[in-house]
Each structure stands twice: as C-alpha cells, then as structure tokens.
C-alpha cells in the first residue's frame, strides 16, 4: 500500500438499506474529508446487481489504506471487507455503540482493527476528534510476534 494513498473505505450493513443512519454515514464523511482523505461510501451508492456491487466495492477496497466500519448490525460483507482489510495490511477503526455489544469476537479479535465503542453521536464525535488517520498504521510488533495496528507509533494490542 502507497503511502501517498488517501482514500478511507466506510463499510456498512447493506441488507436492511432502507433502515440505514445516513446521519452516520454523513458524520463519517465529513470526518474523513477533514483529515484530508476521499470516502468511498457504498452505503450511499444507488442499489445495483450484486456482481456490480461485489465488483465496485472490492475496487474501492484495493484503492483504501483506511478502512472504518460500523458495526452495529451484523453483516456477512462487512466482515468480508474486515477480512479483506486483514489480509491486505489495511488498518480497520470499527464503530460500536454500547447497546449493540458485544461485537463479534472474530473481529474484536483482529490484530488490525481498532474498536471504538460509543454511547451516541456525540460521544463518538468526541472520540474520533481524538483520532488522526495518518497515525494508524500496520507495522511487524516485536512483544506481539505479529504484524498489528499501530496508533501513533504504539502497538494497540500489547501496548508496546
């Protein structure tokens, strides 16, 4: 992955479109465009055949060096586009609300995702005001053993 790369992939639920939090998705764009990255927002897209989907949305998955996913609902193409994040070196910020946990262990478990847990949009916006882009990053932890994400140059897992 270019390190020039400043595209953010925003993953969510997309089974039950017609219920989604636009308010959300708007928040999350806003956050991105402020750190001066591009949002690639399928959840925003028109529906489409799933070919066109799967196709459109793997393209922007290999165009992303950021991934944020909001995981409220479960979702079969969320958790693939975490996998895919996994096995791409793409770090993965995933957004909880507190009455929606607990989160698949699966995930919570990942060594490139970084689990942000809120009680409302309010506190959300208070937690990601905290969180710069450019600071998270996929790097080989020598206490871990393993390739995990890094915040701010410490590895989120150990604490290194």
């Not at 949002?39 to 989907?53: E, H, L, N, T």
Request: proline share 4%.
């Amino acid at each position: 992955m270019n390190s020039e790369n400043k595209n953010v992939y925003i993953a969510c639920s997309m089974i039950k479109a017609q219920q989604l939090d636009f308010s959300l998705l708007d928040f999350l764009i806003e956050y991105v465009e402020s750190q001066n990255y591009h949002p690639f927002v399928p959840g925003k897209m028109d529906d489409a055949p799933s070919k066109v989907i799967f196709e459109r949305d793997l393209n922007w998955l290999k165009q992303s060096s950021k991934i944020i996913a909001d995981v409220n609902e479960p979702s079969h193409g969320v958790g693939m586009e975490i996998m895919y994040a996994y096995e791409h070196d793409i770090p993965v910020i995933c957004l909880l609300t507190e009455v929606n946990k607990p989160l698949s262990r699966m995930v919570e478990g990942s060594p490139h995702v970084y689990l942000i847990e809120y009680f409302d949009k309010d506190d959300l916006g208070e937690k990601m005001s905290r969180l710069s882009l450019d600071n998270l990053e996929i790097k080989f932890c020598e206490k871990c053993q393993d390739k995990t994400l890094y915040r701010n140059n410490g590895c989120i897992k150990c604490k290194k």
